[in-house]
């Protein structure tokens, strides 16, 4: 879980005799974004988290810095540089 998600639990959303944590829609997003970070297509991420648009699938699915970051250096890596300089994030 991320940070955010703990955060975000209440009481009743733990069950301290089983210990085990009920699991709300927030997961949601961040099986959203991994499964975009894999390299997973939206259509199946959208079919996989079952959401009716693609719309909710773009807004529920994130990449993470790094994630983008790793995407923009290798797009440089492949471009000449006199064609295309390299942009880096910060």
Request: charged share 30%.
């Amino acid at each position: 879980m991320r940070r955010g998600e703990l955060r975000a639990l209440r009481w009743e959303d733990v069950d301290f005799a089983t210990g085990t944590i009920r699991i709300r829609r927030d997961l949601r997003h961040t099986f959203a974004s991994r499964l975009a970070m894999a390299g997973v297509d939206l259509y199946t991420v959208q079919r996989a988290g079952g959401w009716k648009t693609h719309a909710m699938v773009q807004r529920n699915a994130h990449l993470s810095p790094d994630h983008m970051r790793a995407a923009v250096e290798r797009c440089s890596r492949s471009r000449s540089p006199s064609v295309i300089p390299p942009f880096r994030l910060t």
